[in-house]
């Protein structure tokens, strides 16, 4: 607009576009602002490298946040602040690569940068995305001591971190500390709670703090019944999803991908069939976009059931959704089963998967409907024939070997931090530790410049 109106942007303009383009997660636009910015003879300030590594943490790039913490400290002499510091932080943590975060953190301090209550935040979900809970309780006592006072966020990132470490007792003490503190619990800590306790298989408790949350006046939201749905997926509950799905369609929230595809694995694995393929074609009508591991599963239960023919025909919805890009493994498995062969038209060219576009997380076509196999050391064993599905195999083992089994997604190996991480932290605050050489990205080759930004680098 500005630019149509002959007036020039000036840098606020330009730093807005940046910010904008990360909340969007475009970050090779960000990037081109930024190449912009040059090309007209502007000077990015720091408001402009902040955007930018704040934009590379939403995208889960690190080494762009390090690029541009380079090109604002080498290249233009400009001091971070502590926005620039959390946002690196927040940025590792993103990557799950907490030794990074950590010596940030160092760094910061060395910097003579105070810590804020951001800063410890950002800290704590570190430590959840690496399942390290006795790391982030030292960090509690860290914040504390640097006199710092936690919020309701903080106490709510410290309970997802005691779900995600599968501790439900020291979760509902942190909930207690809040009451106690005179912090109230909003939707985010019950929604927390909720989904810490499903994971644990304790769906009568689940649904205990839906009610808990209704009579604090708080009403759940769409989160609050995916989490619980997805809980009894995990808890192969059929009966109990649909009554969430009933409880959340008198809420009037209309449910979304999350929603369906956990109800529709629940029924998978609950043994209501009819049920799921039901709702499953219903969630494609709405053009939704289920888990990857959703139709691949349905597929092994139409085989298990032997009904190959309807087996093909989800098969054949699948390709169709993700523009033929499906997982191989799926199509062998068809193939081993009775010789069936997959309709051409669900084919690729050149007989692999396509590339096919990606969808966003807001739903729609493009993503591949089928993922590789959550436990990938079942695929691909011995014996006859393709992927070790020998055509007398039994069943159960041949979908096990495709992958196609029925099971939680996975989110593969955890990066597991170094273990002094954890006792260096517990060490008494204002102790000696080793001074941090700079703010650097470990890569697999060392410690080092990721080089410069933007498009014209090649990035």
Request: with cysteine; glycine share 12%.
């Amino acid at each position: 607009m500005m630019k149509r109106d002959g007036t020039p942007p000036d840098i606020f303009a330009y730093n807005a576009l940046i910010d904008g383009c990360g909340r969007a997660k475009m970050i090779q636009r960000a990037f081109t602002v930024y190449d912009e910015i040059l090309a007209v003879g502007l000077t990015p300030d720091k408001v402009t490298f902040n955007a930018l590594i704040s934009a590379s943490g939403r995208a889960r790039d690190l080494p762009r946040a390090f690029r541009a913490f380079e090109a604002m400290t080498r290249t233009h002499g400009l001091v971070p602040d502590r926005h620039t510091y959390n946002s690196l932080i927040d940025a590792s943590g993103k990557a799950e690569n907490i030794k990074q975060a950590f010596e940030v953190y160092d760094q910061m301090r060395e910097a003579g940068v105070k810590p804020c209550a951001v800063t410890y935040n950002a800290l704590l979900d570190a430590c959840g995305r690496v399942r390290q809970l006795e790391l982030a309780y030292n960090l509690m006592r860290r914040m504390r001591a640097d006199g710092i006072k936690p919020d309701g966020y903080t106490l709510n990132t410290l309970i997802a971190v005691c779900g995600r470490c599968g501790d439900v007792a020291r979760a509902f003490s942190v909930l207690d500390e809040m009451k106690a503190a005179g912090v109230r619990p909003d939707e985010v800590t019950y929604n927390t709670l909720i989904d810490a306790v499903g994971k644990s298989g304790m769906l009568d408790r689940a649904w205990e703090l839906v009610a808990e949350m209704k009579a604090a006046g708080l009403k759940p939201t769409r989160i609050t019944f995916n989490s619980f749905a997805c809980a009894c997926a995990k808890a192969r509950d059929a009966p109990r999803a649909l009554d969430a799905y009933g409880a959340m369609k008198e809420a009037r929230l209309a449910p979304d991908a999350v929603t369906y595809s956990a109800i529709v694995d629940a029924c998978l694995r609950g043994g209501q069939m009819p049920r799921a393929v039901e709702l499953y074609d219903e969630m494609m009508s709405l053009n939704l976009e289920p888990w990857e591991s959703l139709g691949a599963n349905l597929v092994a239960a139409h085989v298990a059931a032997g009904e190959t023919a309807r087996a093909v025909a989800v098969f054949g919805r699948m390709s169709m959704a993700a523009r033929g890009r499906v997982d191989e493994r799926v199509r062998s498995f068809l193939t081993s089963v009775r010789g069936v062969e997959p309709p051409a038209a669900t084919r690729a060219p050149g007989g692999g998967a396509g590339r096919g576009p990606q969808a966003s997380n807001g739903g729609g076509h493009g993503r591949p409907a089928v993922r590789r196999p959550a436990n990938r050391r079942s695929g691909g064993g011995g014996g006859a024939g393709r992927n070790g599905l020998g055509a007398g195999a039994p069943m159960a083992g041949r979908t096990a070997a495709a992958g196609l089994t029925f099971g939680p997604r996975s989110r593969g190996p955890l990066v597991a931090p170094p273990t002094p991480l954890v006792a260096r932290y517990a060490a008494p605050i204002g102790s000696s530790s080793t001074k941090p050489s700079g703010v650097r990205a470990a890569t697999s080759t060392g410690t080092g410049s990721y080089g410069p930004i933007g498009r014209k680098s090649g990035v």
